[in-house]
Structure formats: structure tokens, C-alpha cells
């Protein structure tokens, strides 16, 4: 018996030493690699897990209408003008902009030519609605002319709009505009103000109106059109012109921030005494860093209406803007503001812990000239 367990013993060790590595120290007292306790033991370091995301995608769509027209042909700073800073503006804030796979367009309010409802050849595209490439729209706007012609039409880039929507989910439409509309004697084309408030009640479409408005009948109309629903916004051009990467900024923010957010209670847009010291560290690094400034970006729980949402956002970031300027030596160019409503929750809005925490304004800090 004993015998017959040697010999199973045998070939037991026999099939080992078969099956283990040349250099294993089990095989060979002499093996080639050193043993390493290292080489035994679960590494997690050797499974890298899936990176954290940096940016949070804000719109799942963009288009900009570049307006070419004699009314931007006027000087502006630097030896350039507007239509040339129009085009330095586009082309610096697309360096500062991830690849977060919108889709975008890029147009001109017209070319020139009659505008042609639905007809392909009226559209001009510099950048055809597709998949944004951070290379290949730079290329696009490369090409966009530095010499004027025509009149203003802003309409007709409205109208083109029309055309382009829908398209699933939010669009932000970025318009430069001194708040001039021409037409061609006897054709028939809406008012800017009316083909926008057909466009906010049939879409999720927002407006950034990039304003070189001289008089108050301009201003007031990119203001009202701004006012159709409370997504939309008028932007000084000087603010970008100053700050290249806030124009499409609004499309994106960061996953993480050095400051912490300022909550608020329901339905409110009072700053809270527990939440001014995240304030005051704020101002006081912009105070002690003058060449960096503040977006503060405004949300809301799930709770009410999105079109009261979108304003409430508004007014917390607004609150918290005013705070700031009230506070500390700064100027406005210094705190600039997005709002996004209940969008993108920061937790789940089906506890109260978690509708508390979307009741927020967040900080990012981005470095201007």
C-alpha cells in the first residue's frame, strides 16, 4: 500500500514539474528570476479603473452665425475690426473648448445672395451640422472673411435656424449681431423677435446674442429677443473680447472645483450665512489673483416648472455675483455667470439630502489675459 502511494506520489510531482514555469522557484533551486513576493500577490495598480471625467457636457448641441455685414466693418481696438476681433474671438474660444461630442454648425447670417427658404445653396455653411472636431473647426473658422458685405440680416440667420432644428436635446445658438435687421424690398420675412419666439416655443433652443449694439432700438431688440425665454442672454462683446473662452464656455464645465458650492434653500436665492465664506475665500483669490476671474454657474432641484427653474438658477448666480461685487474691489468682467436650471443634478433629486445639494451655485476659475 505504502508503496502504491509512492508511486502516485511520484507522478503526481512529475505532472508539477511539468507544468510549472523554468523559472519557477518551485521547479528549480536555481532559478532565473529571483522570486518576488510581488509577483504573487493582486496589484490594483495592475487594472487601472475608468478615469473620472473632467468636464461635464452642458448642451448637447451648438451653432454660431457669424455676421459678415458692413455694420461690424467698423474699428474696434488693436488696429482690428470687429468682424476681424469677431473672427479672434471664435478662434480662441474654440482652442479653450474639449471635444464632447456635440453636434455644431457654423454659418454666416447670409452671403450675399437672396435667401431662399430650405434651398441648400442658401445655407453657406462654413462647418456643415455634423460630429464637433476641435481641428476641424478651427479650420472652418480660418475661413471666415475679414471683409464685409451687405447689410445686417439677422433675420435670415434665424430663419436658417429654423431650418436646422430640431435636433435631440438642448441647443445653444451663439449669434454676433448689432441688432440690425435689413430685407430686401417686397419679400416677405418675419421680424427677428417674432421667427425667435416661434423657434423658443417649438425648440430647446437658447440664444447668446454677442451684442455690438450703439443705440437703444438695437439693444432693446437683442433684449427682448434674449427675453423669450430665460435660457437665452445678451453678451456684451467687449466681455469676450476680454474673456475669448466664456463665449462657448457655456457649453461645458468642469467636473471639479477648488471652492466648495453655495447652497441654497428652496425656491430662494438669498445667500446663506453658512455659505458666505466660501464667498469671501473666493473673493479674496480673485482680489489676490488679478489675472484670473469667476464663472458662477446656477441650478435648482426638480422641483417647479423648468421655465421657473432656468430663472431661479439665474437669480442664484446673479445673488451670488452681487455678494462678491458688494464685498471685494472687483469688477463685473471679473464674475461672470451661466445657468442651467435642473439641469445636470449634482445628486438624486428623489431625497431631500440630494434635492439640497442641487440647490446650488458652482465656482470655476479660468484665467483671463
Given amino acids: 500500500m505504502i508503496s502504491r502511494t509512492l508511486r502516485l506520489l511520484t507522478a503526481l510531482l512529475a505532472v508539477l514539474l511539468l507544468v510549472l514555469p523554468a523559472d519557477s522557484p518551485a521547479r528549480s533551486k536555481k532559478s532565473k528570476k529571483p522570486f518576488n513576493k510581488k509577483d ?41 475690426t470687429r468682424l476681424e476681433m469677431s473672427k479672434q474671438i471664435l478662434l480662441k474660444s474654440n482652442e479653450s473648448l474639449p471635444e ?18 430650405g434651398a441648400e445653396q442658401s445655407f453657406h455653411p462654413y462647418y456643415r451640422l455634423h460630429n464637433y472636431k476641435q481641428e476641424e473647426f478651427s479650420a472652418a473658422l480660418e475661413q471666415l472673411p475679414v471683409t464685409s458685405f451687405g447689410p445686417p440680416m439677422l433675420q435670415t440667420a434665424l430663419m436658417k435656424l429654423e431650418y436646422l432644428l430640431p435636433l435631440p436635446g438642448r441647443t445653444e445658438v451663439f449669434l454676433f449681431s448689432n441688432g440690425a435687421a435689413s430685407r430686401f424690398e417686397g419679400i416677405d420675412e418675419p421680424e427677428p423677435l417674432a421667427q425667435a419666439k416661434k423657434l423658443a416655443a417649438k425648440y430647446d433652443v437658447c ?6 449694439a450703439t443705440n437703444q432700438s438695437a439693444e432693446k431688440l437683442l433684449n427682448d429677443i434674449a427675453a423669450v425665454n430665460d435660457c437665452s442672454q445678451v453678451i456684451d462683446f467687449d466681455t469676450v473680447a476680454e474673456h475669448p473662452e466664456h463665449l462657448l464656455g457655456k457649453l461645458y464645465m468642469p467636473a471639479n472645483s477648488p471652492f466648495q458650492n453655495v447652497l441654497f434653500a428652496f425656491d430662494k436665492a438669498a445667500i446663506g450665512k453658512e455659505h458666505r465664506n466660501t464667498l469671501d475665500r473666493l473673493g479674496r483669490y480673485l482680489t489676490e489673483h488679478p489675472h484670473e476671474y469667476a464663472v458662477l454657474s446656477g441650478f435648482c432641484d426638480i422641483r417647479g416648472t423648468k421655465q421657473h427653474n432656468i430663472n431661479l438658477s ?39 439630502e440630494g434635492r439640497r445639494l442641487n440647490r446650488r451655485v458652482t465656482v470655476a476659475i479660468r484665467k483671463g489675459k
Wanted: hydrophobic letters at 40%; zero cysteines.
Fill in 40 to 80: 504573487w500577490i493582486w496589484q490594483p495598480d495592475a487594472f487601472p479603473t475608468e478615469k473620472k471625467p473632467q468636464y461635464i457636457r452642458m448642451a448637447d448641441n451648438f451653432f454660431i452665425f457669424y455676421d459678415p455685414s458692413t455694420a461690424m466693418d467698423v474699428p474696434y481696438r488693436d488696429g482690428m
Fill in 314 to 352: 439665474r437669480r442664484r448666480a446673479e445673488s451670488a455675483q452681487q455678494y462678491l461685487l458688494d464685498n471685494f474691489p472687483l469688477k463685473k468682467g471679473r464674475v461672470l455667470l451661466y445657468w442651467y436650471g435642473y439641469a445636470k443634478p449634482a445628486a438624486s433629486n428623489k431625497t431631500e
Fill in 100 to 117: 464632447l461630442n456635440w453636434q455644431t454648425g457654423l454659418y454666416p447670417h447670409w452671403r450675399n445672395v437672396m435667401w431662399l427658404p
Fill in 207 to 212: 440664444f447668446n446674442l454677442i451684442s455690438s
